[in-house]
């Protein structure tokens, strides 16, 4: 079985990216990555796949919106334009994958929420389909928080999806929300395209569990890879055909690039990689 490709998720140096977009990509590059993930894309497709181009990567994955009217994130909410437009950006850079990266905590509390955004991910598979395109999905934890027929809100939702939406399972976030990441990989099997990369000391509780306080990504602690909290080692191992793992964090300790160096470090030293 062929080892995972490594990747990096941009919002991971969003800050450098928007400053100096080619030079951020360059330092990737120089760091021996070949692949990225793609945030924040689908207002600027030709310039991204351009500066991807000239630094020798590809993006066969990206987050943009696909479910909701704004996408969160810790830092603020960006509005969404409609699917095909992303689908259109996505071609134009080249991606194979176009992952949701959140959806609001409310929407996953009742059975009809989460039937709901399983059922339009199963119709945006289709849509996905005619520019050649797949359709996934990133956790945070607000998945974890409900539980339906005995099982966790994310796990329903797994069910209620058709096999071609892609599955992207954020470790930290799946062991925030009080997971056996080793044992949900596995349970997972083929449906798990990507893992996202991310150690950290895992927060006493759920961010988005109700009446929790508000939340934002400066208030996390996070490690390089290897060396908190998340049993990334053994959850990787436990994984059937995975495709990318992703670098990310959402809050780095301290350079960014020095950040993901050492993570690289965690996956290619560990065999992790290809």
Same mark, same amino acid.
């Given at each position: /079985?062929?080892?995972?490709?490594?990747?990096?998720?941009?919002?991971?140096? #969003?800050?450098?990216?928007?400053?100096d /977009?080619?030079?951020?990509?360059?330092?990737?590059?120089?760091?021996?990555?070949?692949?990225?993930?793609?945030?924040? &894309?689908?207002?600027?497709?030709? !310039?991204?796949?351009a $500066?991807?181009? $000239?630094?020798?990567?590809?993006?066969?994955?990206?987050? #943009?919106?696909?479910?909701?009217?704004?996408?969160? %994130?810790?830092?603020?909410?960006?509005p @969404?334009?409609a699917?095909?437009?992303?689908?259109?950006?996505?071609? %134009?850079?080249?991606?194979?994958?176009?992952i949701?990266?959140?959806?609001?905590?409310?929407?996953?509390? %009742?059975?009809?929420? =989460?039937?709901?955004?399983?059922?339009?991910?199963? $119709?945006?598979?289709?849509?996905?389909?005619? &520019?050649?395109?797949?359709?996934?999905y990133h956790?945070?934890?607000?998945?974890?928080?409900?539980?339906?027929?005995?099982q966790?809100?994310?796990?329903?939702?797994?069910?209620? @999806?058709?096999?071609?939406?892609?599955?992207?399972?954020?470790?930290?976030?799946?062991? @925030?929300?009080?997971?056996?990441?080793?044992?949900? =990989?596995?349970?997972?099997?083929?449906?798990?395209?990507?893992?996202?990369?991310?150690?950290?000391?895992?927060?006493?509780?759920?961010?988005?569990a109700?009446g929790?306080?508000?939340?934002?990504?400066?208030?996390?602690?996070q490690?390089?890879?290897? @060396?908190?909290?998340?049993?990334?080692?053994?959850?990787?191992?436990a994984a059937?055909?995975l495709?990318?793992?992703?670098? !990310?964090?959402?809050?780095?300790?301290?350079?960014?690039?020095?950040?993901?160096? #050492?993570?690289? %470090?965690?996956?290619?030293?560990?065999?992790? =990689?290809?």
């Amino acid at each position: /079985m062929a080892l995972p490709l490594a990747s990096i998720q941009l919002y991971t140096l #969003a800050e450098q990216f928007s400053a100096d /977009m080619g030079g951020s990509l360059d330092r990737l590059a120089a760091l021996g990555l070949r692949n990225v993930e793609a945030f924040d &894309f689908v207002r600027r497709p030709a !310039e991204v796949r351009a $500066a991807l181009d $000239a630094s020798g990567l590809a993006s066969p994955t990206g987050h #943009a919106p696909l479910l909701s009217d704004e996408l969160w %994130t810790p830092d603020g909410s960006i509005p @969404t334009p409609a699917p095909e437009v992303v689908f259109e950006a996505a071609a %134009t850079i080249g991606m194979k994958t176009v992952i949701d990266p959140f959806v609001a905590a409310e929407r996953w509390r %009742t059975r009809d929420g =989460v039937t709901d955004i399983a059922d339009r991910l199963n $119709a945006l598979a289709d849509t996905a389909e005619g &520019f050649g395109l797949s359709v996934g999905y990133h956790n945070h934890a607000q998945e974890f928080v409900a539980d339906i027929d005995g099982q966790s809100a994310y796990e329903y939702f797994v069910a209620q @999806t058709d096999p071609r939406v892609a599955l992207e399972l954020d470790l930290f976030w799946a062991l @925030t929300g009080g997971q056996d990441v080793v044992a949900l =990989v596995d349970r997972l099997g083929e449906r798990l395209v990507a893992v996202h990369v991310k150690d950290g000391v895992v927060p006493a509780s759920n961010p988005w569990a109700p009446g929790a306080p508000e939340f934002a990504s400066s208030s996390l602690d996070q490690r390089h890879a290897g @060396t908190a909290d998340v049993p990334l080692a053994d959850a990787l191992r436990a994984a059937h055909g995975l495709e990318y793992a992703v670098i !990310e964090y959402d809050h780095a300790p301290g350079d960014v690039f020095d950040d993901i160096a #050492a993570s690289l %470090t965690f996956l290619t030293e560990g065999g992790f =990689v290809r």
